[in-house]
């Protein structure tokens, strides 16, 4: 059954970042259709799914592609600050992030160092903080 899977899958598309979108959109919707009782959310979200199985299927790569890309493009800096975010929720399990107080770079500092002088890389400007 898989190799049959994997035979009808050959030269088309396949799953990529906008055809997740639209289908946990399309997810989405139907759950929110399905409380509001709206028939327009429905029909959304019925639309959304129909189109990722679509691109899905699709044997047209080149198109499918710069559609992923033009995707990619728009939401680019949505996705960088998700990212940063994420990152620095990470670090501030072993680091301390400051700000320079006179360019306003900011300087990360290990954890459970006590109290330090810190010089910042980019204005040399130091100012002292605990760790």
């Not at 399990?93 to 810190?118: D, V």
Request: hydrophobic content about 35%; overall charge positive; aromatic content about 14%.
């Amino acid at each position: 059954m898989k190799e049959k899977l994997i035979r009808f899958m050959y030269g088309r598309y396949g799953m990529d970042s906008l055809g997740k979108f639209t289908i946990i959109t399309g997810l989405i919707a139907m759950i929110l259709a399905g409380w509001n009782n709206s028939m327009i959310l429905s029909l959304l979200s019925w639309a959304c799914i129909i189109y990722s199985y679509f691109r899905m299927f699709s044997r047209n790569i080149y198109k499918r592609s710069s559609e992923n890309q033009w995707y990619l493009n728009k939401t680019c800096k949505f996705r960088t600050f998700v990212y940063r975010q994420k990152n620095l929720l990470a670090q501030r399990k072993t680091h301390h992030i400051y700000k320079c107080p006179a360019c306003r770079q900011k300087i990360r500092i290990p954890r459970g160092k006590g109290r330090i002088e810190i010089r910042c890389p980019k204005c040399s400007a130091t100012f002292i903080k605990n760790s």
